[in-house]
């Protein structure tokens, strides 16, 4: 009987002292995750599209590990997931910061692209401000210029040409606009600037809208001076 008892006395405090080390384990810190590991849960995270918390991965590596060799794919992940989850403002400006920072990277090209399609992502329509289409453009134009030989080329031209058709669309509403009101100088100050700017990309029927509006001011202020 006294052996048994022991025995169980015995088996009850390793249970206890179990207990204990797991109670504790409840209240202990999580061990601080290596940057290999950030690096590798921000990237399963990006791959997952759960891009929020890859850009908290990425910045904890940066934060922590600031001279690892992730640090710099990492600075750009943060950049792209805030692109892909449409944080366009955020994307832009992170995207500029590693141009600063990073001005020989390999990746530039894309950085560059993307600094322009934050842009395009929310330009508006021909009757509100055009600044995020000129913007747009100011960045394509640079890559055209500074990388003539990339295989992005061609996507970034067709870009281009787009957004400097949205631009000359809004110009030639506004001068529609003016030529209505009887603000005939401006309206054909407005028109200069289309031939000025865009002469390249001037189809027929865009040419026809320029005709008409050139034709009612001309006819409304000979009228007018009459």
Not at 140 to 152: A, D, K, M, T, Y
Not at 185 to 197: C, F, P, S, T, Y
Request: glycine share 2%; aromatic share 14%; hydrophobic share 40%.
């Amino acid at each position: 009987m006294r052996i048994i008892k022991h025995f169980l006395l015995f088996m009850i405090a390793i249970v206890l002292l179990n207990g204990c080390a797991t109670v504790k384990s409840w209240f202990e810190p999580e061990p601080p995750k290596s940057e290999d590991v950030l690096f590798e849960q921000g990237s399963k995270n990006f791959d997952d599209r759960s891009y929020d918390e890859a850009a908290n991965f990425f910045q904890e590596l940066i934060d922590r590990f600031p001279y690892s060799r992730h640090a710099v794919v990492a600075e750009l992940k943060i950049a792209d997931a805030y692109f892909y989850n449409k944080e366009y403002e955020k994307a832009e400006l992170s995207y500029k910061i590693f141009e600063e920072l990073h001005p020989e990277n390999e990746n530039l090209p894309n950085v560059i692209y993307h600094m322009g399609l934050c842009y395009y992502s929310r330009m508006k329509g021909a009757d509100r401000d055009q600044t995020f289409t000129y913007q747009a453009i100011h960045h394509f134009q640079r890559f055209i210029v500074r990388f003539p030989s990339s295989e992005l080329i061609p996507e970034v031209g067709e870009k281009l040409i787009k957004t400097r058709l949205k631009a000359l669309d809004s110009e030639l509403y506004v001068a529609n606009f003016y030529s209505r009101t009887a603000k005939y100088n401006a309206a054909m100050k407005r028109l200069e600037k289309i031939q000025d700017d865009f002469s390249d990309i001037i189809n027929p029927d865009i040419q026809k809208k320029i005709d008409v509006i050139t034709k009612r001011c001309k006819n409304k202020h000979w009228i007018h001076k009459l």
